[in-house]
């Protein structure tokens, strides 16, 4: 029971399209699992973006390899057949059909001469199990996640006071008080009575969300909650946002899901996600943008 790399699929992808003839994707898929013995969990498993599942992009890249071989064809929109080419290649009886494979086909050559962009060195794909849209993926969540941590020795860098702005200006990013940055209010230094900032929820202030910001390397525990706790009762407020750089233990987590008021708990980790996919403290390197052919574009009917 596994997800083969895109790779160890080719060849039972050729088979497939070669006894059942002309094959939808779907029907490659199953035929695909069948053989590796993929359960339906696996197949439903999603690369680090969290938009495709790895099982379906591995199969759709052995699919690409074997068409620029010229092994199998696509008759119309995701449906495949097999070539003649392919199937006098079957009838060698290969063990296994990787991209080193497929450097001996005339169709594949022509392709890497003209483009220069098949070669195995330059894709990794001879010494790399990964897709390219994996290896994309990968690479692109080690960036984010340096980043993040990059980030978060920044905020910890900060003074107390302004990493109480910087969450309130995160919470306006997320919508809060109608977007609106005159709906925000940092606390006074002294005498804020557990609370550090204020925001109310909508355009119109028909409620009030109360924070509390701390920029601590100690986990939080349930003492620190039940004190903010305490601070909203004072306010006569039912919603606060507790944010720190460290963690929560599973005491304060504890202590948040009995309480009738609701508190929602944002760690070091949570925090740099979202400021990252709001773009608060951070700003757009590079952008890469992966195009695809519109079939609908060239839909002559």
């Given at each position: ?5 895109f ?14 003839g002309?094959?939808?994707t ?45 092994l ?6 995701s ?6 080419e ?23 050559q022509e ?32 960036i ?27 919470l306006i ?13 940092v ?14 929820e ?7 969300i109360y ?6 390397e ?6 620190e ?8 009762q ?45 773009n ?8 890469y ?11 002559e009917?």
């Amino acid at each position: 029971m596994s997800i083969p790399d895109f790779q160890s699929a080719m060849l039972p992808i050729l088979k497939v399209v070669s006894e059942k003839g002309e094959s939808s994707t779907s029907t490659i898929r199953d035929g695909v699992a069948i053989v590796f013995k993929t359960t339906e969990q696996e197949r439903r498993e999603l690369l680090p973006s969290g938009k495709t599942r790895i099982f379906d992009n591995r199969v759709a890249w052995s699919i690409t390899y074997l068409k620029m071989a010229g092994l199998v064809q696509s008759p119309k929109r995701s449906f495949y057949s097999i070539t003649s080419e392919g199937s006098q290649f079957l009838k060698t009886n290969p063990e296994r059909i990787d991209t080193n494979v497929l450097q001996q086909f005339e169709s594949l050559q022509e392709k890497k001469f003209k483009t220069n962009t098949l070669q195995g060195d330059s894709l990794g794909v001879n010494e790399y199990t990964q897709t390219p849209d994996e290896m994309m993926e990968i690479g692109y969540s080690k960036i984010r996640k340096d980043l993040a941590e990059e980030l978060l020795n920044k905020i910890k860098s900060c003074n107390p006071y302004f990493f109480e702005s910087i969450v309130l200006d995160l919470l306006i990013k997320l919508g809060y008080g109608g977007s609106d940055e005159k709906n925000k209010k940092v606390t006074k230094k002294s005498n804020d009575e557990g609370i550090d900032g204020i925001i109310k929820e909508d355009k119109l202030g028909l409620d009030l969300i109360y924070v509390q910001a701390k920029k601590w390397e100690n986990p939080v525990g349930g003492t620190e909650i039940q004190k903010f706790a305490g601070a909203l009762q004072v306010q006569r407020a039912k919603k606060g946002i507790f944010i720190t750089t460290s963690m929560f233990t599973a005491n304060a987590h504890e202590y948040v899901s009995k309480m009738d008021s609701k508190i929602v708990l944002i760690d070091g980790a949570k925090l740099t996600d979202l400021m990252i996919e709001h773009n608060v403290g951070v700003s757009t390197k590079q952008t890469y943008e992966i195009k695809r052919v519109d079939l609908e574009y060239f839909n002559e009917d």
